[in-house]
């Protein structure tokens, strides 16, 4: 699933090409919004939350989405031709001069503007959230402690604490604190794990690649995430690496026995 960094540069890169114009076409290839035609209305904005993007326009409607595994938003101009499928389009958005269509987007729904907080109200404080506070912050971390017992791992992925950590940020954030993913929740900063995570989605935030090291050359730009082979990019060792949650949640998660200490399976 993408991070919660590659969910805001679609959203920017959506407001730049939509907002402030009016939609000459607006359908949608989804049964439960088929008849449905945006057509003549205006973008007022795109905006996110966390991992989910609003697409508010003119009659207090909001189009909210969601990329989830395999979804995406592509800009072209107008008449070009489509970089996937047609079959796979969800959405179109379409002005003067480009269109927007959403691939394999899932959760489309329209809702009244004033109602987005039905949509959103559950997440936690986004980590990308331009009025960020030290409240906000706080906030967060009080919610990471809440549960002391849960693993360290598990809980930065639940969008109800903070918002925007994916898979990716949850092995590199954990190597960065110096714990494996396992650790008991109660055995970290968490204030320290908030800001951490929100330095790191910034960091990212404005560019399609991604790096935790501060390297974008390749093979060099994460600490343990998906380096099995190279090893550890700190100490070279051989890395280990594990489902972590249940079912269809479980995700394969690295960690370096060397860099970092606390528990993991298999002792």
């Given amino acids: 699933m993408p991070e919660g960094d590659t969910v805001f540069l679609a959203g920017k890169v959506l407001d730049k090409a939509l907002a ?14 088929a008849t449905t035609d945006l057509a003549g209305r205006d973008v007022l904005g ?24 395999d979804g995406k938003w592509d800009v072209y101009r107008a008449g070009a031709r489509w970089r ?20 394999r987007v899932h959760d489309l729904e329209l809702v009244p503007t004033d109602e987005e907080d039905r949509l959103v109200g559950h997440l936690g404080p986004d980590l990308l959230d331009p ?15 809440a549960d002391p017992d849960r693993e360290l791992g598990d ?3 639940d969008q109800r604490i903070m918002a925007g950590i994916g898979n990716m940020y949850k092995v590199e954030m954990c190597f960065l604190l110096g714990v494996t993913p396992w650790t008991p929740v109660s055995e970290v900063d968490t204030a320290k794990a908030v800001a951490l995570g929100r330095k790191l ?7 399609t690649s991604q790096t935790t090291t ?11 995430y998906e380096r099995t082979k190279q090893g550890c990019f700190r100490c070279g060792g051989r890395l280990k690496v594990a489902p972590q949650g249940d079912g269809y949640q479980a995700r394969p998660t690295w960690f370096c026995p060397k860099c970092q200490s606390g528990p993991a399976p298999g002792g």
């Avoid at 905006?47 to 003119?58: A, D, M």
């Avoid at 009025?131 to 971390?141: G, N, V």
């Avoid at 501060?214 to 343990?224: A, K, N, S, T, Y």
């Fill in 155 to 157: 809980a930065l992925l």
């Fill in 131 to 145: 009025q960020w506070t030290d409240e906000l912050a706080e906030r967060a971390a009080a919610a990471l402690a």
């Fill in 214 to 224: 501060g390297d974008l050359r390749r093979g060099r730009e994460h600490w343990v």
């Fill in 20 to 33: 402030g114009k009016t939609l000459l076409r607006g359908e949608f290839r989804v049964p439960q919004l």
């Fill in 201 to 207: 989605l910034k960091s990212n935030a404005w560019r």
């Fill in 84 to 103: 996937h499928p047609a079959h796979q389009a969800r959405v179109i958005l379409a002005t003067e001069e480009l269109q927007a269509i959403g691939f």
């Fill in 46 to 69: 795109v905006g996110t939350v966390g991992k989910h993007l609003l697409t508010r326009l003119s009659g207090d409607l909001t189009l909210h989405s969601h990329l989830r595994m």
